[in-house]
């Protein structure tokens, strides 16, 4: 959804282009290495203010970097690498941290599976059909968004809605995991 307006209204382009500092995008990317975790951490400890403020330098770092790359001509294959593992153990790292603020650590790790197989399957798309299946119900800027929303209400109301935003990332992840997977299984018929 959020994926889609970008693309429709280029709102990257015209809100955030004018404004990223001419620095290396990997190392931009490469924040989601200490973001996420931090994230994750502050989450499964109970301190929901902390992780919240961690996940969102995370959305920011993940959204401009590759603003910057694009806009300053850094656009490598490396840096695609380094923004793709950066963003899985963000994912994970939150995943388990929202279970440990849940009490269930088993239900985030389940939701970090999920989350992985869900990228996975993006990156099956390029392998073999040259395009990524970067689709569903459920794409990272749209997970991420509804993990920010669930925190601040979390704050706002004074009530754990970890398990609840956990419950709803893993039936959304698993119909995207459907999606991508019927999507592939259709591409690659009669071939």
């Known amino acids: ?22 620095i290396d995008p990997n190392i931009v990317s490469a924040s989601g290495f200490v973001t996420g975790p ?5 989450l499964g400890t109970g ?16 959204a401009i970097d590759g ?11 490396t840096g695609s690498l380094v923004d793709d ?5 963000s994912d994970v790292s939150i995943a388990l941290g929202l279970g440990g603020l849940a009490g269930s650590p ?12 869900n990228s996975y399957l993006s990156l099956q798309g390029l392998a073999l059909y040259g395009e990524k299946a970067k689709f569903g119900v459920f794409s990272r800027a749209n997970r991420t ?13 004074g009530s754990n809605l970890a398990a609840l935003q956990l419950y709803l990332t893993i039936g959304a992840a698993f119909l995207t995991i459907l999606q991508r997977t019927f999507f592939l299984f259709g591409k690659g018929a009669g071939k």
């Open 1 to 22: 959804m959020l994926s889609d307006l970008d693309r429709k209204l280029g709102l990257r382009r015209r809100f955030l282009e004018p404004f990223v500092p001419h």
């Open 38 to 42: 931090l994230a994750g951490y502050c």
């Open 47 to 62: 301190n929901v203010l902390l992780g919240l403020v961690f996940v969102l330098l995370n959305a920011v770092s993940d």
């Open 67 to 77: 603003t910057i790359a694009r806009k300053y001509g850094r656009v490598t294959k």
């Open 85 to 89: 593992l950066a963003d899985r153990v």
């Open 106 to 117: 088993l239900l985030g790790a389940f939701c970090a599976v999920l989350l992985v197989l």
């Open 145 to 157: 968004a509804a993990i920010i929303l669930f925190l601040m209400a979390s704050l706002a109301t």
